[in-house]
C-alpha cells in the first residue's frame, strides 16, 4: 500500500466529501463518526462547524485528484454517499471524480442499500468503484440482496461491529468480506464463533476474508483495550483481499 493517511485497516487514505449523518440500524447506536465530528467541531477543524449535521463539502470534491500515485480511497468514512438528504446530483459529481481518477481504487460502503441500488440502476458504476454495504446483524443480511443487484466489479461486505451470530447467508457475486468488533467504551462483545461462521462461509464460497478486529471486546470475552485485544484469528492475521485489479 501507499503511505497510508488513515488507521483503518483495510483502506489507504479516506474521502470525505460528505460528512455527519443519522442513526439508521443497530450498528449505528455508538458511531464512531458522529463522537469524532463532535470533537472536531469543538477543536474548530474546517468543514465541521455543524459537527454531525449533514453536511456536502464540495470543496474536497476534487481532493484525490490532486494526488499522482495510485492509492486506495474510503469514501465518506464520516457519513454515508447514499443518506435520503445527499441529492442524486451531487452522488454523480463524487462519481465522475472517480472516473477522472482512473489510477485510484475508491470503497464506496453504505447501509442504505436499497436507495444505492435504485441509484445505480439508472447510473453506472465507475470500474475503478468498489460497492459494499454493512450487515452487523441478521436484520441487515437483507442488504446483501439489493448489492448483489448492483453491477460492479467488487461488491463487498462490511460485518462492522459485528453484534451477533448472524447465521448462514448467500455470498454468491460478493468477492470480499470484512469482519470486525465494536471498539470504544460503550463496545458490545462479539464472540469467536460468529467470526468463525463468517470465515468459513467464505471459504466455502470462495470470498475473500478480512480481519478487521476484535474491538472492546478479546476473543477470551474479555473487556480491555482494543489495541490488546489486537487482530489474531487463530493466532494469526487475515487480510485477504478481492481478486481485482485496476
Not at 485497516?9 to 455527519?20: A, C, F, K, L, S
Not at 447506536?29 to 456536502?56: D, H, S
Not at 476534487?62 to 464520516?78: C, G, I, K, Q, T
Request: charged share 30%; net charge positive.
Amino acid at each position: 500500500m501507499s503511505n497510508k493517511t488513515t488507521k483503518i485497516e483495510w483502506t489507504e487514505h479516506t474521502w470525505n466529501p460528505v460528512t455527519g449523518c443519522t442513526k439508521l440500524s443497530a450498528g449505528c447506536a455508538n458511531c464512531y463518526a458522529e463522537v469524532m465530528a463532535r470533537r472536531l467541531k469543538a477543536m474548530g477543524v474546517k468543514g465541521y462547524e455543524n459537527g454531525f449535521q449533514l453536511t456536502l463539502q464540495p470543496g474536497r470534491l476534487e481532493e484525490p485528484l490532486r494526488r499522482a500515485a495510485p492509492a486506495v480511497y474510503f469514501v465518506n468514512s464520516m457519513s454515508d454517499l447514499f443518506h435520503e438528504e445527499v441529492p442524486d446530483s451531487y452522488i454523480e459529481k463524487v462519481l465522475d471524480v472517480m472516473r477522472r481518477a482512473p489510477h485510484h481504487v475508491f470503497q464506496l460502503l453504505t447501509k442504505r442499500a436499497e436507495r444505492m441500488a435504485e441509484f445505480f440502476a439508472s447510473h453506472e458504476v465507475p470500474d475503478n468503484a468498489w460497492i459494499g454495504v454493512t450487515v452487523e446483524d441478521r436484520a441487515a443480511v437483507r442488504r446483501i440482496d439489493s448489492l448483489r443487484a448492483i453491477d460492479a466489479r467488487v461488491r463487498f461486505l462490511s460485518v462492522e461491529p459485528l453484534l451477533e451470530d448472524i447465521g448462514a447467508f448467500d455470498l454468491t457475486g460478493i468477492h470480499w468480506v470484512i469482519v470486525g468488533g465494536e471498539s470504544g467504551v460503550r463496545a458490545r462483545p462479539m464472540k469467536e464463533e460468529w467470526v468463525v461462521n463468517i470465515k468459513r462461509q467464505c471459504e466455502a464460497q470462495q470470498a475473500a476474508f478480512f480481519f478487521k478486529q476484535w474491538g472492546g471486546w478479546g476473543a477470551d470475552g474479555k473487556k480491555r483495550a482494543k489495541k490488546k485485544n489486537g487482530r489474531l484469528l487463530f493466532n494469526r492475521t487475515w487480510d485477504e483481499r478481492p481478486a481485482a485489479s485496476f
